[in-house]
């Protein structure tokens, strides 16, 4: 098993990581904390444990109890057009957080780190870093609350705690923590300091002024862990508190659990643009199970929900906890068979898709400005 910012691959042992990167696991006494503070039922997606780890989440829960102000931030590396259903987790995730805390939110369009690590023009990046904000707004974030920016563009505005950030890190610590080696480009070198510049709340004085004491949440997927460890490290240096950290796992590749999904094989993934028939063929086809080899075997011992790609699925898009657990019940015994939990599997991706396109349809040209152009110049 391997996980950095760039790559996920084997069977990833979600315990494991949380010893070895030293952040916590999230427990019932935190997700009923948050309850309790949000008077709203816990998002599925951290009451199933897919939002796993956190770093001082009880913290910033101790700010927000005594009245201070605090903004979450999230990103996304603009890297292709086709988005999948997995790049919606953080944003589905990231939006029930504002809502249910009715704070501020920044987003991250690393446009620049996209040309640094993948064969794309400048020019390229930008234009893809403006398709995959119209993604994201179509999420449901509030227009009032979200400022949503790309590198290139918010640059300027961003380069004093960049800079900051980049006097306070060794270049041994980020070979280290980033896995780079002396033949890595010098952009590759520099660019973390650009990702963990949003978890300073100075960096968007429009926002914030010039308050140094604005706690900042990350929710991200666990492989951007180690950005934001080095932003711990330079925060308290500058006078800023430490970001907290809240972490998900991954979504795997239809065909098994092995790494993460990745786009450069269609029949793994589900795109955001595929259509109805294609997520049920591929689905149908492609999704690995963990059903029994005959009927007969399957209706004896049921289905190995730990490694049946259908189920991990349902867990993070299936909104429903009582279907699910019905299921979980009768497909885990065997009473339901695999084909009915594919086409179970394929409803709700067609819904989540098919709301996702109509959401899209509606960001227009002036919706998009009206979410990036806030910056006072
Ligand atoms: N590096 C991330 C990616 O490749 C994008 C990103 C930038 C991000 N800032 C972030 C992700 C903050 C999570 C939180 O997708």
Redesign the pocket.
């Known amino acids: 098993m391997s996980v950095t910012?760039w790559h996920v691959t084997g069977r990833v042992d979600y315990a494991k990581i949380v010893e070895q990167f030293g952040c916590k696991s999230i427990d019932t006494v935190l997700i009923d904390r948050i309850e309790r503070l949000t008077g709203q039922t816990a998002h599925h997606l951290l009451r199933r444990g897919i939002f796993f780890a956190h770093r001082d989440l009880n913290e910033l829960l101790d700010a927000h109890e005594r009245g201070e102000p605090w903004y979450l931030?999230?990103?996304?590396?603009p890297s292709s057009e086709a988005l999948h259903v997995g790049h919606l987790i953080?944003f589905m995730f990231a939006r029930w957080l504002q809502q249910a805390f009715q704070v501020h939110i920044v987003i991250?369009l690393?446009d620049d780190?996209k040309f640094l690590w993948k064969d794309l023009t400048v020019e390229e990046s930008q234009r893809l870093a403006r398709e995959n904000c119209k993604d994201i707004i179509a999420c449901g974030f509030d227009a009032q609350k979200t400022f949503i920016f790309t590198d290139f563009g918010y640059m300027g505005h961003m380069y004093p705690n960049v800079v900051r950030i980049q006097r306070c890190v060794p270049m041994n610590q980020v070979r280290g923590i980033f896995g780079l080696s002396g033949e890595d480009s010098i952009g590759k070198i520099a660019f973390p300091a650009v990702?963990a510049a949003p978890a300073l709340s100075t960096t968007f004085p429009h926002l914030f002024g010039d308050r140094k004491d604005v706690r900042c949440l990350?929710p991200?997927a666990i492989d951007?862990d180690p950005y934001f460890r080095m932003a711990r490290d330079c925060a308290p240096r500058l006078g800023h508190p430490k970001p907290a950290l809240i972490e998900s796992t991954f979504l795997s590749g239809l065909r098994g659990l092995d790494g993460k999904m990745s786009a450069s094989d269609p029949s793994n993934v589900v795109f955001l643009s595929d259509t109805p028939e294609q997520i049920r063929a591929k689905v149908n086809r492609h999704a690995f199970t963990g059903g029994g080899a005959t009927l007969e075997e399957h209706r004896k011992h049921g289905a190995r929900l730990e490694v049946d790609v259908p189920w991990q699925w349902l867990n993070v898009f299936m909104e429903d906890s009582k279907r699910l657990e019905h299921i979980g019940n009768e497909y885990g015994s065997g009473r339901m068979l695999t084909g009915e939990v594919k086409v179970e599997l394929a409803n709700v991706l067609i819904q989540v898709v098919e709301r996702h396109k109509a959401a899209r349809a509606a960001v227009t040209d002036e919706v998009v400005d009206a979410f990036m152009l806030d910056v006072r110049t």
């Open positions: 910012p931030y999230t990103g996304r590396g953080p991250q690393t780190e990702q990350v991200c951007q």
